[in-house]
């Protein structure tokens, strides 16, 4: 009898060491009846979903007499974002299938707010059916930010904070690649006379120009538009769904007019149409850049491909 209580007592204290492990980790591990369609054990839900076990497992209960798909539904409505469904139903096909699934998906945490989440699944199999899945969720949402904001950083060029041209020509092929019939302007922008700034000033002063330059870029661009830094003084920037060519020299006539620069600091600039001058990003480049050195023969100006 006294054995027995002890060992009653240690259980008792290994499953509080345990709980304070997975609130430490920010781990909550849950396992769900399938055939039944039951959760029926979530520990340490509070780390993610802000709510008890107890909670979850009386509020889902609800759907457990639903059909399979109809359960599923509600299920992740109820756990995940609805960005998500993808890959969990992917993650439910494993399962019954018998095979362990690894996943990221944003888990709901209150009522509002979402957390990303590491979530492995183990099934549980008997007579070669699936009859359990356990599964252990892991609080990542620090780390997955942190690491988005890596990968945006990496696509920025550090001095302007614009794309930089790895990004920029990547986001501009994909633009042109979706072929909705809208009409683009590739545009390349060129700074006059930049290497004279950085001989007379210096660089440091040459770096405050291209950083005043790429913010008076940035206020003459909508937000659809894609503008990037290509490298030293050259810019390139697509005006997305332009219209016409009407409406493209009035835009490129305002970016020369309006530029409010120092030093006297003037542009020139070269653009061509798509998909009329060209379908893809490198035969596009190749005429906007002859215009641009059409336009910088004589400076402070703009040439369009066709009408030189």
Same mark, same amino acid.
């Given at each position: 009898m006294e054995r027995s209580f002890n060992t009653s007592i240690e259980l008792q204290k290994y499953k509080e060491r345990f709980s304070a492990v997975l609130q430490a980790a920010k781990i909550c591990v849950y396992e769900v009846d399938i055939k039944n369609q039951l959760y029926t054990f979530f520990e340490n839900a509070e780390v993610i979903?802000?709510?008890?076990?107890?909670?979850?497992?009386?509020?889902?209960?609800?759907?457990?007499?639903?059909?399979?798909?109809?359960?599923?539904?509600?299920?992740? +409505?109820?756990?995940?974002?609805? %960005?998500?469904?993808?890959?969990?139903n992917e993650a439910f096909q494993n399962i019954f299938e018998g095979k362990t699934f690894s996943y990221q998906a944003r888990m709901k945490a209150g009522d509002t707010e979402f957390v990303w989440c590491k979530i492995d699944v183990t099934p549980i199999v008997e007579n070669g059916e699936t009859v359990y899945m356990v599964g252990v969720i892991t609080d990542i949402n620090a780390m997955k930010l942190q690491m988005d904001g890596y990968r945006a950083m990496a696509k920025l060029d550090p001095l302007t904070g614009?794309?930089?041209?790895?990004?920029? $020509?990547?986001?501009i092929?994909?633009?042109?690649?979706?072929?909705?019939? $809208?009409?683009?302007?590739?545009?390349?922008?060129?700074?006059?006379?930049?290497? +004279?700034?950085? %001989?007379?000033?210096?660089?440091?002063?040459?770096? $405050?120009?291209?950083?005043?330059?790429? %913010?008076e870029l940035k206020?003459?661009?909508?937000?659809?538009?894609?503008?990037?830094?290509?490298?030293?003084? $050259?810019?390139?920037?697509?005006?997305?769904?332009?219209?016409?060519?009407?409406?493209l020299h009035a835009k490129l006539k305002e970016m020369l007019a309006e530029m409010n620069l120092n030093f006297g600091i003037t542009q020139s600039i070269g653009a061509a149409i798509y998909p009329g001058h060209a379908q893809s990003f490198k035969e596009l480049f190749i005429k906007a850049d002859t215009s641009l050195y059409k336009a910088k023969n004589q400076k402070n100006t703009y040439c369009v491909y066709q009408e030189l």
């Open positions: 979903f802000h709510k008890t076990g107890k909670t979850i497992l009386e509020e889902v209960w609800k759907f457990s007499k639903l059909p399979p798909e109809e359960y599923q539904k509600q299920v992740m +409505a109820y756990f995940a974002h609805p %960005d998500d469904v993808a890959i969990i614009l794309f930089n041209k790895t990004a920029t $020509e990547c986001k092929a994909r633009k042109l690649a979706e072929n909705n019939n $809208e009409t683009h302007a590739l545009v390349l922008i060129d700074i006059d006379s930049f290497k +004279a700034v950085n %001989d007379t000033y210096g660089h440091s002063k040459g770096d $405050e120009v291209l950083k005043e330059f790429s %913010d206020r003459k661009v909508r937000k659809t538009d894609i503008l990037g830094r290509w490298g030293g003084d $050259e810019f390139v920037l697509l005006l997305c769904n332009i219209g016409n060519a009407d409406n």
